[in-house]
């Protein structure tokens, strides 16, 4: 499509782009021959969090997996989740859509920008939401000392601190590592791999958000059998080391994610992300890998889809 609106029509399925002189066009979404899952995404940041459930479920996404941070957070995406829910089945319905919003779990944690925050407070807090059996993973922690808003002494205890709960609480772990600004630029993902190797947490019960890693840096992560997300960031111009690290992980270790409400993927950018935009990631990852739309791309997105449910251990 290439038609051009003034404002897109309101509580529509499609995807439309901004475009200047507050124009917006319509962008058709790949049509692919299985269900996508968005392994990482804030779906609470939305602005209407329910309408973009439905928005999922009316474009092939099935699953989604809320990420919640209880010092930032507090408890809203346990509080809210069961209305938006059943407000999105509302929506399918009235579009006369299959009624069937998607599966949606959590995964809580202290992001490592608020390692400051982490206190015996904070942490009970986790630990209560840790026991909601809509939980599948603890998350996303780690370390970033690229934006350094917390110091990083700190952050390197209170991701310990999270890595022995989650064995504890036997749940998986979901990372953020983003490294600094000075020449050691892979910093945080060097010191992350050593304290998950001496917490004896490194494996297939690791994944590694949103990855933009060249092959070189991601391959210790790979030969230790973590797991590798892909988000919006798969589809910049400027990202050929990701898609060429992308290349180098196992079929049975991809994911695709979004981070919504960030890394808006090509062609949407400019737009706020949200989960559904997780269809645009998926084509491009297939397609970086050389696989055409055809039986065999769906085996791939098939196979991407099943990892996603097998790390967070969730039947559909």
């Not at 507090?74 to 009624?99: I, N, Q, T, V, Y």
């Amino acid at each position: 499509m290439s038609d051009r609106l003034k404002l897109p029509p309101e509580h529509d399925f499609g995807f439309y782009q901004r475009r200047k002189h507050d124009a917006w066009r319509a962008v058709d979404a790949p049509t692919l021959e299985a269900p996508v899952a968005d392994s990482h995404a804030h779906v609470h940041m939305l602005p209407d969090p329910a309408w973009e459930l439905a928005r999922c479920a009316a474009n092939g996404v099935d699953f989604v997996c809320e990420i919640c941070d209880p010092s930032e957070d507090g408890s809203r995406p346990f509080d809210s989740l069961d209305a938006w829910l059943r407000h999105a089945s509302d929506m399918l319905a009235s579009e006369g859509k299959d009624p069937q919003p998607p599966t949606v779990r959590i995964a809580a944690g202290v992001h490592p920008h608020n390692a400051k925050l982490y206190s015996a407070k904070i942490e009970r807090m986790l630990l209560d939401q840790l026991q909601d059996p809509r939980v599948v993973a603890l998350g996303e922690i780690g370390l970033d000392y690229h934006y350094d808003l917390s110091p990083r002494d700190v952050q390197r205890d209170v991701f310990r601190r999270q890595i022995r709960i989650a064995k504890e609480a036997g749940l998986p772990l979901a990372l953020h590592l983003r490294g600094g600004q000075d020449n050691d630029v892979d910093n945080a993902h060097r010191e992350a791999f050593e304290i998950l190797q001496e917490e004896d947490a490194l494996g297939p019960g690791t994944l590694l958000h949103c990855c933009s890693l060249p092959p070189d840096e991601l391959a210790p992560w790979v030969q230790a059998d973590c797991y590798i997300a892909y988000g919006g960031a798969l589809t910049f111009k400027n990202a050929d080391a990701a898609r060429e690290g992308a290349k180098t992980v196992p079929e049975n270790r991809l994911m695709t994610e979004t981070d919504a409400p960030y890394m808006t993927p090509e062609p949407m950018r400019g737009a706020a992300c949200t989960p559904a935009h997780v269809v645009f990631t998926a084509a491009v990852l297939a397609d970086v890998r050389g696989i055409v739309p055809d039986e065999d791309r769906c085996g791939f997105l098939g196979q991407v889809h099943a990892n996603a449910l097998a790390f967070y251990r969730v039947g559909i």
